[in-house]
Every structure is written in C-alpha cells, then in structure tokens.
C-alpha cells in the first residue's frame, strides 16, 4: 500500500539558544519578540486540536499505569484513530495560495514599509518562509492518506501495547484470539496494516482476516446513516461561527496581520490556512520546523485550537444528546467482549476522530460542567473536552479487563485514553468492578440498538435505508463476480 511521504522545503535544523518567549514584553497576550525557529520547547505544539502529533516531545512513556498490583491483565478492547494523514482535496486548493502570501509576506519585510506595531518575524523564521514550496506531489489524488510519520506512529504505538500484554499480544498471530476492523479508507486501512505489522511483524496484514466492509460500517460508523444538522454545527447561527467571528478571533487576525507586514487585515481564510499548514507539517515531520508556525505566537494557538473543539462539541459530543446514542452497537461489543471469557483475547478496531469522540461520549467521559460555547472560551480554559489531549491523530482508547483474585470481586476493568487512565468517580483510582461497568451501561444492553441509535429521526425508516444500502451493495458485489 502506498503511504505518502510529504517534504517540507527548507526545514533547517538551528542550534542556537533557545528563546525564552515568557520575559518577552506582552502586546494584546503575546510576546512579539517571539522566534519560532529558535524555540526548542514549543509548548504550543501540545495545543494543535485534533492534528497534534500523538508523540510530540513532551509526551511521557506511561506504561506504569497498565501495570495493577496483584492482577493479570486477560482482555483488551481497543480502539484507535488513524495516524497523520494529507489535508483533504478541499482544503489542497487553499493551502497552495499560500505560495502567494508567501511572497507578500517577504516583499513587506524586504521592503521595510510595514507599520507594524510589534517586532517583525524573526530573520531565522523568514528564512524558513523564503524556502518555502507547497509540495507538488500532494494533489487530490492523495486526499487524506496516510504519511509515513502517521505509519510510523501507530506502528510504534502497536509495539508499546505488545510490550505491555505480552500475555495477550502473543508473536503469531491467531484468528480465533484476534479481532480487527477498520472502515473503508485509505487512512484507516493503511493504519491497520501498520498497527498488525507492529503486532506480527512486515505484510502481517496478508494473513489476517477481517470481516466485510459492511459490516464494518455498521458497527464503527453508523453515525453515517443517520441526518445530522449541519447548521447546528457548523450554520451561521453555531457557537462555531459565533467564535470565528468574535473579537478574540478578530483581534488575532488583527495581530496576525501586524505581524507580518499587512497593514490591513488578511482575510479569516488566508490566517486559517496558515494555521493548517503549520499543524499539518508538523505532525508530518516531527523534527522539523514548518515556517507557517512562525506566523503565531504561541498564545495565538489557544484561541485557534478553540473553534475544532467546537465544532466536535456538537458534532460527535456532549453538546446534543443524541451522540450518546449513535454508538450503542459498539458500547455492546465492547462490553459482549470484556464479558465473554472465550476467545478473542483482543480487539482492534481502526477508526476516525468522530468516531472515537463518539465513543467517549456515550461513555460519559470528558463531560465539563458548563457547556461549550462562542461566550465561554475563556472560563473553560481548563476545560476537559479538549481534543488536543483526547483526539490526536493516533488517539486510542483502551479497555481493559483484569483477574485480581485476592479481591472480593475479582472481574475489575480500567479505561485508558492515550495510554492515560480515565479516572471514573464510581471506580476506584480508574479501576472498575466489573458489576459497576455492566451496570452503568445496561442503558445500552437493555435496548435494541438498531432502533435506538438513531435519535430524534423516523428510526425504523433511517434503519431501513441502511438495510437497503447493504443490500444494493450485496448486489453490485454479486454482479461483478459473475
């Protein structure tokens, strides 16, 4: 399978001291004397939405959390977002004009006619800017693929979990004690043949089997058939148009502007895409610096990472409640698996972010107390539902069931989210009896899924539509294997 390797022109490696951006004198909350390419730490980076880098340098080694004294660990369910991935074919057309603002940007340096308010961008930083090219080799025809970091990345993540379970990851693979899916993309495919090539070694995916696409559509992405109300998400009326147009983000793009020589305001478009452009480089090369980034000081990234919390808000989390029902038929594979001592051993399922935002929804998880919205960005600062720490690219979410026999209930389960224990307030230190699972869940159990899932539509209807949608399917696949 083919895994695109992107190519940041002009990524230079400085080794000069680092800047320390706190004792820069502050303007409207940013440091001007700010230079990206001379900043080792860049804590910004942690702060990306859902395209940070899941290995960003901060990231700590966190296996000890997996590790329960006086239990064995028996089953794991797991559930993982694909790695890095290419913009999609839509967002390609914007960030290739930006080899235009490129060369705005360096004439209004050059030509010293600025009248900026703050110091300009730093002369490594406009280096950077200057070797910049959009690479040619990323066209539509590579919308969303995978990078070879992204590869990487959940290839690596494969070998810390069998690291982990070597109990339950055992070197060869066996059908009756492994079970994986993954939805029917490229992104997602590529990250399941990296993820099992972690597991059982190069072109592991050849000799395991999965099941039809279709059903895996069912169970991991049966959002898809239900309708979604756009305009709540993402209208004119949305908490995430109010934001973009509030005076925090008027004011950044005001700054913004400033900063690189405008003397009048850049469009909201033109500062998004640089945005993109530098998150997307820099979880396609880690080590690297994208010039792009050197357009924000690292405040500016907070209010940037806002608007796709947002947006995933509504979308796939606790701000409309029918998300905590589009996923009743995987919440019950997970618990029919931790349930079942039979085999498999282990799940893998190789998803998408709304996906697993979807999941940790119905799980209840990650829920503030005050909801999101345009107006409430500042007071929620700290605030839970925040994707730069939950949905990476590369996020996984684990489940996994325990035999603690000198306990009185012996069955216990602990929730992991990047290898990070989820810390429920009915379980103890995160981990949970057994019974208490079941029980907090039976909602799910208790139900028929295919009625339930789909909320506030004509469900017997939506559900007959997907029927027929797997049947026509069925058909055409008969058809062409005559």
């Known amino acids: 399978m ?41 804590p910004q980076t942690d702060y990306f939405s859902s395209k940070t880098s899941y290995f960003v340098s901060k990231r700590q080694y966190v296996g000890k959390h997996f590790i329960i004294p006086n239990c064995s660990p028996v089953k794991i369910w797991l559930y993982i977002r694909h790695g890095a991935r290419l913009p999609k074919a839509k967002e390609m057309k914007h960030l290739r004009q930006l080899e235009k603002l490129r060369d705005e940007i ?36 590579y919308d969303e693929f995978l990078t070879e970091q992204g590869w990487n990345d959940i290839k690596t993540i494969a070998k810390r979990y069998k690291q982990l379970f070597p109990n339950i990851f055992e070197d060869t693979y066996d059908e009756e004690k492994f079970s994986f899916r993954y939805t029917d993309v490229h992104r997602t495919e590529a990250s399941y043949r990296a993820f099992v090539e972690g597991l059982f070694g ?32 993402t209208g004119k009326d949305s908490e995430y148009r109010k934001y ?64 796709e919390d947002l947006r995933k808000y509504y979308e796939s989390g606790h701000g409309r409640e029918a998300n905590s029902r589009f996923l009743c038929a995987l919440v019950n594979d997970l618990l029919a698996h931790l349930g079942n001592d039979d085999q498999p051993k282990a799940v893998a399922y190789v998803t998408h972010s709304s996906s697993l935002l979807l999941l940790l929804t119905s799980l209840g998880v990650f829920n503030d107390s005050e ?40 069955e216990k389960v602990k929730f992991f989210i990047n290898e990070e224990p989820i810390d429920f307030e009915w379980c103890d230190a995160g981990l949970c009896d057994w019974s208490a699972v079941k029980e907090r869940y039976k909602k799910y159990t208790e139900v028929n899924c295919d009625e339930y899932f789909c909320s506030g539509t004509s469900k017997s209807s939506v559900f007959s539509i997907f029927l027929i949608t797997l049947a026509t399917l069925a058909a055409i696949s008969l058809l062409f294997n005559k």
């Open 371 to 410: 909801p999101l919205r345009a107006d409430s960005y500042h007071r929620l600062s700290d605030r839970k539902w925040r994707l730069s720490k939950i949905a990476p690219f590369a996020s996984n979410f684990a489940a996994v069931k325990y035999d603690c026999p000198n306990d009185i209930e012996s």
């Open 106 to 141: 360096l004439a209004n340096h050059e030509k010293n006619n600025s009248t900026l308010a703050f110091s300009e961008m730093c002369r490594p930083d406009l280096k950077l800017l200057k070797e910049w090219n959009w690479d040619r080799n990323i066209t539509e025809k």
């Open 202 to 233: 190069l072109d592991a995916h050849e000799y395991i089997h999965v099941p039809p696409h279709q059903e895996n559509i069912k169970l991991l992405k049966p959002y898809k058939f239900c309708p979604t109300d756009e305009e709540e998400i």
């Open 2 to 42: 083919y895994i695109f390797q992107p190519f940041i022109a002009g990524c230079l490696v400085f080794t000069l001291t680092t800047v320390v951006f706190v004792n820069g004198h502050s303007v409207d909350g940013y440091c001007h004397e700010y230079c990206y390419s001379l900043d080792h730490i860049r």
């Open 244 to 307: 973009l147009k509030s005076k925090t983000i008027s004011q950044l793009v005001m700054d913004v502007s400033k900063r690189l020589g405008f003397e009048c305001p850049l469009k909201m478009r033109q500062v998004l895409s640089m945005y993109d452009m530098c998150v997307y480089e820099q979880a396609w090369n880690l080590s690297d610096s994208s010039p792009w980034c050197a357009a924000f000081t690292p405040s500016q990234f907070y209010d940037l990472e806002y608007p």
